[in-house]
Protein backbone atom coordinates (compact mmCIF):
# COMPACT_ATOMS: atom_id res chain seq x y z
CA UNK A 1 0.00 0.00 0.00
CA UNK A 2 1.25 3.17 -1.23
CA UNK A 3 1.95 6.09 1.63
CA UNK A 4 1.98 10.13 0.69
CA UNK A 5 3.00 12.46 3.09
CA UNK A 6 3.30 16.12 3.10
CA UNK A 7 5.13 18.23 5.31
CA UNK A 8 6.22 21.95 5.13
CA UNK A 9 3.23 23.57 4.90
CA UNK A 10 2.51 26.71 7.37
CA UNK A 11 1.70 30.16 8.28
CA UNK A 12 3.39 32.86 5.87
CA UNK A 13 2.52 36.62 5.03
CA UNK A 14 1.96 37.63 1.95
CA UNK A 15 4.66 37.64 -0.83
CA UNK A 16 6.33 35.30 1.21
CA UNK A 17 8.01 31.83 0.24
CA UNK A 18 7.33 28.06 1.54
CA UNK A 19 8.35 24.85 0.39
CA UNK A 20 6.27 21.70 0.47
CA UNK A 21 7.49 17.87 0.51
CA UNK A 22 5.97 14.60 -0.38
CA UNK A 23 7.22 11.37 -0.03
CA UNK A 24 6.20 7.90 -1.01
CA UNK A 25 6.89 4.80 -0.09
CA UNK A 26 5.31 1.67 0.18
CA UNK A 27 6.55 0.05 -3.21
CA UNK A 28 9.08 0.72 -6.21
CA UNK A 29 7.91 3.73 -8.02
CA UNK A 30 8.63 3.52 -11.51
CA UNK A 31 6.37 5.69 -14.09
CA UNK A 32 5.01 7.65 -11.14
CA UNK A 33 3.77 10.74 -12.19
CA UNK A 34 3.35 12.75 -8.80
CA UNK A 35 1.14 16.58 -8.68
CA UNK A 36 -0.21 18.92 -5.98
CA UNK A 37 -3.60 20.04 -5.56
CA UNK A 38 -5.20 22.49 -2.80
CA UNK A 39 -8.64 22.86 -1.52
CA UNK A 40 -9.89 26.45 -0.01
CA UNK A 41 -12.82 25.92 2.54
CA UNK A 42 -16.11 25.75 0.85
CA UNK A 43 -14.54 25.35 -2.46
CA UNK A 44 -13.73 21.93 -4.79
CA UNK A 45 -10.03 21.04 -4.65
CA UNK A 46 -8.13 22.20 -7.55
CA UNK A 47 -5.00 21.25 -9.91
CA UNK A 48 -1.94 23.39 -9.01
CA UNK A 49 1.19 21.13 -10.28
CA UNK A 50 2.23 17.93 -11.76
CA UNK A 51 5.12 16.69 -12.99
CA UNK A 52 5.92 13.34 -14.67
CA UNK A 53 8.13 10.52 -13.53
CA UNK A 54 10.88 11.43 -16.06
CA UNK A 55 11.16 14.87 -14.28
CA UNK A 56 11.23 16.43 -17.59
CA UNK A 57 7.52 17.47 -18.30
CA UNK A 58 5.48 20.04 -16.01
CA UNK A 59 2.66 21.10 -15.37
CA UNK A 60 0.95 24.29 -14.12
CA UNK A 61 -2.54 26.02 -13.15
CA UNK A 62 -2.41 29.31 -14.33
CA UNK A 63 -2.75 30.30 -11.06
CA UNK A 64 0.36 29.38 -9.84
CA UNK A 65 2.81 30.31 -13.68
CA UNK A 66 5.60 32.11 -12.04
CA UNK A 67 5.14 31.40 -8.69
CA UNK A 68 5.02 28.04 -7.94
CA UNK A 69 7.94 25.31 -9.04
CA UNK A 70 7.59 21.83 -8.75
CA UNK A 71 10.45 19.20 -8.71
CA UNK A 72 11.76 16.00 -7.42
CA UNK A 73 15.52 14.48 -6.82
CA UNK A 74 14.09 11.12 -6.99
CA UNK A 75 11.23 8.67 -7.91
CA UNK A 76 9.35 8.89 -4.49
CA UNK A 77 9.58 12.72 -3.63
CA UNK A 78 8.30 15.50 -4.87
CA UNK A 79 8.41 19.33 -3.79
CA UNK A 80 6.47 22.53 -4.39
CA UNK A 81 8.03 25.42 -4.23
CA UNK A 82 5.61 28.55 -3.66
CA UNK A 83 6.82 31.94 -3.80
CA UNK A 84 4.89 35.32 -4.13
CA UNK A 85 2.34 33.73 -1.64
CA UNK A 86 -1.05 35.45 -1.80
CA UNK A 87 -4.15 34.97 0.59
CA UNK A 88 -6.08 33.77 -2.15
CA UNK A 89 -3.39 30.55 -2.01
CA UNK A 90 -4.60 29.49 1.83
CA UNK A 91 -5.36 26.13 1.39
CA UNK A 92 -4.88 22.53 2.41
CA UNK A 93 -2.40 21.17 -0.39
CA UNK A 94 -3.00 17.62 -1.28
CA UNK A 95 0.35 15.22 -2.84
CA UNK A 96 -0.64 13.00 -5.45
CA UNK A 97 0.65 10.24 -7.05
CA UNK A 98 -0.21 7.77 -9.84
CA UNK A 99 0.80 6.26 -13.28
CA UNK A 100 -1.08 8.64 -15.57
CA UNK A 101 0.51 10.40 -17.92
CA UNK A 102 -0.50 14.44 -17.20
CA UNK A 103 -2.15 13.84 -14.34
CA UNK A 104 -4.35 17.53 -14.70
CA UNK A 105 -7.33 16.08 -12.48
CA UNK A 106 -8.09 14.62 -9.30
CA UNK A 107 -9.29 11.08 -10.88
CA UNK A 108 -6.09 10.63 -12.75
CA UNK A 109 -4.28 10.02 -9.33
CA UNK A 110 -4.40 6.63 -7.27
CA UNK A 111 -2.85 7.61 -3.81
CA UNK A 112 -3.13 10.44 -2.20
CA UNK A 113 -1.86 12.22 1.23
CA UNK A 114 -3.30 13.30 4.38
CA UNK A 115 -2.59 17.45 3.31
CA UNK A 116 -1.02 19.92 4.32
CA UNK A 117 -2.22 23.71 5.77
CA UNK A 118 -0.99 26.38 3.98
CA UNK A 119 -2.28 29.85 4.90
CA UNK A 120 -1.02 33.22 3.43
CA UNK A 121 -1.96 36.05 5.92
CA UNK A 122 -2.35 40.06 4.45
Known amino acids: QVQLVESGGGLVQAGGSLRLSCAAS????????MGWFRQAPGKERDFVAT???????TYYADSVKGRFTISRDNPNTVYLQMNSLRPDDTAVYYC????????????????WGQGTQVTVSS
Open 96 to 111: AGGGTLRGLRGSDYDD
Open 26 to 33: GRTFRRYT
Open 51 to 57: IRWSGDT
